[in-house]
């Protein structure tokens, strides 16, 4: 499986075409993102985090790693609803989980420049919010384009043999008041590490747009 890694070269490809074709922005780059299949395995990626820190989705689930993939924003008030501190949903869910073979891995896919982005801007976040885990930068869009993640939170679950096992939204609730009543995730990943079937492997993720 080939690996989607950040590079100048990369980047520079990527802007060239976004340049063809229209603004990273628009609905019609997301829309021509294939993105990845339940059941099929996920495309595998490596990121830095902003402390520079590579990240190789592989490398994780070589060691029976399950992992989850949130796609974030400092920004989105969508995101915010999840780290207060009256409801915390994402870290009590890793706490939750801390003895368990799970790995977190939040991702920004804000284009370069864009204010939500940026090691120094989302090092901040994660002191300020309490977050221990990494956040990784993905500046092209490439690994966002790759999942076809639109919205900020948008949920994947990967399990220890590399396949998708959940894609969608956080919770049942799509305001960005509070958290449903009924957490996707957490359910999933529950039924994830006991062997089990998933019984909800799909929902409609809600939020803010992805910056590309």
């Avoid at 993939?69 to 409801?87: A, G, I, N, Q």
């Avoid at 204010?115 to 090092?123: D, F, H, I, L, V």
Wanted: aromatic fraction near 8%.
């Amino acid at each position: 499986m080939s690996i989607i890694k950040m590079t100048k070269s990369r980047a520079a490809l990527f802007a060239l075409g976004a340049a063809l074709t229209g603004s990273m922005a628009g609905a019609g780059a997301l829309e021509a993102a294939a993105g990845v299949e339940i059941g099929a395995k996920a495309p595998d990626f490596t990121l830095t985090d902003y402390n520079g820190q590579e990240h190789t989705l592989s490398e994780y689930t070589k060691q029976g790693k399950t992992v989850v993939l949130e796609w974030f924003s400092p920004d989105c008030p969508f995101v915010k609803k999840h780290y207060r501190d009256d409801t915390g949903t994402m870290l009590a869910i890793e706490s939750d989980m801390k003895d368990e073979p799970v790995v977190w891995l939040r991702i920004n896919s804000a284009r370069e420049g864009h204010p939500s982005t940026g090691a120094e801007r989302n090092k901040k976040t994660a002191a300020e919010w309490d977050i221990k885990t990494p956040i990784l930068l993905d500046p092209t869009g490439e690994v966002g384009m790759a999942y076809n993640a639109k919205r900020t939170p948008e949920m994947y679950i990967i399990n220890a043999q590399g396949v998708l096992a959940y894609h969608g939204a956080i919770d049942n609730r799509k305001d960005a008041a509070m958290p449903g009543d009924v957490n996707y995730v957490r359910n999933a990943l529950q039924q994830v590490l006991a062997g089990e079937t998933v019984t909800t492997t799909s929902t409609k993720a809600y939020g803010c747009g992805v910056k590309y």
